[in-house]
């Protein structure tokens, strides 16, 4: 099976300060749009320190996109959580009005 996060709309480039963390069988990733310079953007813990980096998303229209292979009657469990970063000293008034929009696709294949 195929399960992908499709970009449906990113208004006034809200999709930057979009984090997205999905939780596969409570196993977390979490995926943000790439830096300008194409580098990842980090995570902060609860102290503002640097406790990793996320994901970028593959592109401008894909969060994500991972093969999944299911046996006979293994049950997988996602938990997808979204928020927008900010308010903090990067934050600007750029994206007021913006809007973001995904879709969660999963795809038999044969």
Do not use: C
């Not at 009657?73 to 308010?87: D, S």
Request: hydrophobic residues 40%.
């Amino acid at each position: 099976m195929k399960f992908h996060l499709d970009i449906d709309l990113n208004l006034l480039n809200m999709g930057a300060g979009m984090r997205i963390a999905v939780y596969q069988n409570g196993v977390e990733t979490v995926y943000a749009q790439a830096k300008e310079d194409g580098s990842p953007e980090a995570l902060y813990d609860a102290n503002e320190e640097v406790s990793g980096y996320a994901t970028p998303f593959l592109s401008d229209n894909q969060i994500l996109s991972n093969n999944i292979v299911i046996g006979d009657g293994e049950i997988i469990r996602f938990t997808i959580v979204m928020w927008l970063e900010g308010p903090d000293t990067d934050t600007t008034d750029s994206v007021n009005g913006g809007q973001f929009g995904f879709s969660i696709y999963f795809d038999k294949q044969d």
